[in-house]
């Protein structure tokens, strides 16, 4: 076990972080750089041939394989620059954003990548909502300089239109497309230039501010327009400020191409000096803070992954470490259930192989192997003292559908297959009150497309769905439930925690039911 002083300088080594994008932004393309840089795989397109199903470590995969989307997240680790990175990946597509939201709860930083043709797209919008409510730093990546896209200006300023977050430029773009010469670094105090110049150059070095007036690019227009845009930033730009950045309110940008490995390397540098290092924890069963530097282990499980090796049929836990240095084998407490288990399963998250844990501290993901007992959201703690984290946001799904096992002999594998699928995350369970029938809810159709792809192929267990369609799950206080309520227009049912709720067939009939019952409280979630 580390002591004090030990703890407190692995936890300030730790950079935790997410990166956010619309789909085709870049975002393998850039993690798949970063890896690089940390010696984690040597060669490019390693993460790509993952994402297009060539290392596919389950066959559930197998759909992404179809679909060409990547719908598991997975967590990698590296160090660079004295510092330990953990990158955790989410899913591409926007059904399964429930899972990013979830992930998004478990750094301490983003990195928004924006294809700088397109600027901000919808996914990028709504997952920089997400980000921007836990107060978190985000860092920008303007990717694709290699093509012609925005002017630069447009796209600094759209941030803030569009976004609401005051951007500040690290380095500026010279030239873009085929014309790009460089990126002219503010805060390094150089020109990166795209390619070598004659004398063999990477970098050029600025007095004042300016390229010396013998080098030939200081007659350049490309570079003359870019000091101009400079100039234009000093005196009407946003100021830097730290401050601001550390609270979300302002965002560091950062130009550059990831297909061409340009920007990326001075990305990385600035940030991991600037991202932060684990902070303290608001807990749910005390009013106080848990520090990371605390001395004893608390962690919650904010994913649960099944099956991800076919040859193992296995779940694993993805534990956040809160506070404390994490051990195989030591006896952690279940919040939940009160029961205490021993830990001595345990993997550790690289880009490509599964490694033992030998020390993890707060900052840290470890996967714990996983027989039923977790469910997302949980915490454990080794302390005497009880440890909850806040709970994981909710969401309200909208899409819903009744799901009845097609084969009435096999009750035994639905409702094992169901369980399971539902503590992970995968889709929301609801009964009916009446019947007590099945009805899930998810927030994109591929959710269901999934569950029942793996219902089929982890359970044995063929599934029969039938749609209800977009609804508007409402909950309501359980002391003003009266099941004479519910109706085809207003479904009663209830939650995995026993909770009851509406699921109303649009707006009127929420309308309707307000009118006809006004002192019910309807309430719903994130
Ligand atoms: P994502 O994970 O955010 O979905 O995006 P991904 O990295 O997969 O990139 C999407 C596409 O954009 C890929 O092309 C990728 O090569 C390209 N791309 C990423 N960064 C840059 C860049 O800096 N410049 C240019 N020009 N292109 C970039 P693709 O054709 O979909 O895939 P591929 O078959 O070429 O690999």
């Given at each position: 076990m580390m002591n004090a002083q030990e703890l407190k300088q692995a936890v300030a080594k730790r950079r935790t972080f997410a990166i956010i994008s619309h789909?085709?932004?870049g975002k393998t393309t850039i993690t798949e750089q970063l890896l690089l840089y940390g010696g984690v795989i040597r060669e490019a397109g390693t993460v790509k041939a993952k994402k297009s199903g060539?290392?596919?470590?389950?066959?559930?995969m197998a759909i992404e394989k179809q679909r060409g989307i990547s719908v598991t997240s997975s967590v990698m680790q590296f160090d660079y620059a004295g510092k330990r990175i953990n990158i955790l990946d989410t899913p591409g597509h926007e059904d399964f954003s429930e899972d990013t939201y979830r992930t998004l709860m478990a750094v301490d930083a983003a990195v928004m990548v924006i294809d700088s043709a397109k600027g901000i797209e919808a996914q990028t919008k709504k997952l920089f909502k997400v980000v921007k409510q836990r107060g978190i730093p985000i860092f920008t990546f303007m990717n694709k300089l290699d093509r012609d896209g925005r002017e630069p200006l447009d796209l600094i300023a759209e941030l803030e239109d569009l976004l609401g977050i005051e951007g500040y430029a690290m380095n500026w773009p010279i030239?873009?497309?085929?014309g790009l010469v460089g990126l002219y670094d503010r805060v390094g105090q150089q020109l990166e230039l795209y390619r070598e110049n004659e004398a063999g150059q990477k970098h050029l070095p600025l007095v004042s501010g300016k390229l010396a007036a013998?080098?030939?690019?200081?007659?350049?227009p490309q570079y003359l327009a870019a000091l101009d845009d400079i100039d234009l930033l000093n005196d009407a730009g946003n100021q830097y400020n730290l401050k601001k950045i550390m609270a979300g309110d302002q965002t560091p940008v950062f130009f550059g191409s990831a297909l061409t490995n340009f920007g990326v390397e001075t990305f990385l540098k600035h940030f991991v000096d600037m991202a932060p290092a684990p902070g303290p924890h608001q807990l749910a069963n005390r009013d106080e803070e848990l520090m990371p530097t605390a001395p004893e282990f608390a962690g919650f499980v904010f994913k649960i992954q099944a099956n991800m090796n076919p040859n193992h049929r296995d779940r694993i836990a993805f534990v956040r470490i809160g506070s404390g240095e994490f051990d195989r084998g030591m006896d952690v407490t279940l919040e939940r259930t009160g029961k205490t288990m021993r830990l001595n399963n345990s993997t550790e998250f690289m880009a490509d192989s599964r490694e033992q844990v030998t020390t993890a501290v707060a900052g840290d993901i470890v996967g714990l192997y996983d027989t039923g007992n977790f469910q997302i959201g949980d915490t454990i703690y080794a302390g005497k003292d009880p440890v909850r984290f806040e709970p994981l946001p909710q969401f309200t799904p909208e899409l819903f559908m009744r799901v009845t096992a097609?084969?009435?002999?096999k009750q035994k594998s639905f409702h094992k297959g169901m369980q399971q699928l539902v503590q992970e995350g995968a889709v929301q369970l609801y009964r009916t009150y009446a019947t007590g029938d099945y009805i899930l809810g998810a927030v994109g159709q591929l959710q269901f497309e999934v569950f029942k792809f793996r219902m089929q192929n982890e359970y044995n267990s063929e599934v029969v769905m039938t749609p209800i369609g977009n609804r508007t799950a409402r909950w309501i206080e359980p002391d003003q439930l009266d099941e004479k309520m519910s109706s085809s227009r207003n479904l009663l049912v209830k939650d995995v925690h026993g909770d009851p709720l509406f699921l109303f067939e649009n707006q009127y009939a929420e309308r309707w039911f307000a009118d006809k019952y006004p002192n019910v409280r309807l309430t719903a979630k994130l």
């Open positions: 789909p085709d932004a060539h290392f596919a470590k389950s066959d559930w030239g873009m497309g085929k013998s080098e030939p690019l200081s007659h350049d097609k084969n009435v002999m």
